[in-house]
């Protein structure tokens, strides 16, 4: 739904609270009222209470409040001149937050079509007139309790889905991440029928290197190979990935040969920049990479496992040729 843009030169909402003088760590309550003597007793109440407060007298100064403010949850006289609770409630949905933030409805009607009215326009619930005041008091406090739990899940859920994605030691996407990410991107690039480009990275010598200097040293070697390679890719959209051991992966989508060719040749410079000595090494004597790169317009013949096998036969390529480079373009068949 189409929120519409109202004049600056309406009569500003009003606010009779001085949020100044309350906690700023209490949630937000938007009263919306045109009654003023209703709006002014559940100001009182809802301050009683310990919430900061502040009012609107119509449902267009409660939308631009409410864009302004992020309050935590909206009481909401369901009949109001102009614009009333119903449609208010429907276009606030529509704003940033607006489907997270609970609307408590207030209406002097409970009967079967009012009620469905009431949730039909995304209210999560609903008090009648006259007010018990007891009854608001409390759905007021389960609903914000209600959002509270709902943001905490949300965050939860967040931080578990990074840490299934990311591999614990270089912090860089796992294997897993790789595989439903190329995947999802070879499905998305044939639909728009754009480029795609994959390039495997190996670290040269990397056995001979934790034979050297031990383990340990190999495991802090890799977080400072996988961030250099972070950092040669420049794009939200691109995807640097542990492959497994010492290889590492960068999906790019809508990325033809050149472009990928750059992105290669950033990468093996931030890596040689990094000088990590590598005494064992038979190429340099610091830490360095081969790379195999392929491009494809993504077509119907075009899987992950074909696209993965051609950038392995660069790679092959690379090392055969003398390793600390990246190999010609391997292209797929279509």
């Not at 890596?271 to 195999?292: E, F, K, R, W």
Request: glycine share 4%; net charge negative.
């Amino acid at each position: 739904m189409t929120v519409p843009h109202f004049l600056n030169s309406r009569q500003s909402p009003s606010d009779s609270s001085d949020l100044s003088k309350s906690d700023p760590d209490a949630p937000l309550v938007l009263i919306v009222d045109d009654n003023w003597l209703i709006q002014d007793l559940l100001r009182q109440m809802m301050e009683k209470d310990g919430y900061q407060v502040v009012t609107a007298n119509s449902g267009q100064q409660a939308l631009e409040v409410f864009a302004r403010l992020q309050p935590d949850i909206v009481l909401l006289d369901a009949s109001m001149p102009v614009m009333d609770g119903y449609t208010c409630c429907q276009l606030i949905q529509a704003l940033p937050g607006g489907d997270r933030t609970p609307v408590l409805m207030i209406t002097a009607l409970e009967d079967t079509e009012s009620v469905n009215r009431v949730f039909e326009a995304g209210a999560i619930d609903f008090v009648t007139k006259p007010i018990n005041w007891a009854v608001l008091r409390q759905r007021v406090k389960r609903l914000l309790q209600q959002a509270n739990l709902y943001k905490q899940l949300q965050t939860a859920n967040s931080e578990l889905q990074r840490l299934v994605s990311i591999d614990s030691l270089t912090q860089v996407a796992n294997r897993r991440c790789f595989d439903e990410t190329l995947e999802h991107e070879l499905v998305r690039m044939s639909r728009e029928q754009m480029p795609l480009a994959l390039i495997l990275c190996d670290v040269d010598f990397f056995k001979l290197y934790n034979d050297t200097y031990g383990h340990l040293e190999g495991d802090w070697c890799l977080k400072k190979i996988a961030r250099a390679i972070s950092d040669a890719v420049c794009r939200p959209g691109d995807l640097v990935a542990r492959y497994g051991g010492e290889e590492f992966a960068i999906i790019l989508p809508r990325t033809d040969a050149a472009g990928a060719v750059e992105v290669a040749k950033r990468v093996r410079n931030s890596v040689n920049q990094l000088q990590i000595p590598h005494a064992a090494s038979q190429v340099s004597d610091y830490i360095t990479v081969s790379m195999g790169i392929t491009c494809t317009l993504p077509g119907e013949e075009v899987t992950p496992a074909k696209l993965i096998r051609a950038a392995d036969i660069g790679l092959y390529r690379a090392k055969a040729q003398g390793r600390d480079r990246h190999s010609d373009l391997e292209t797929t068949a279509e």
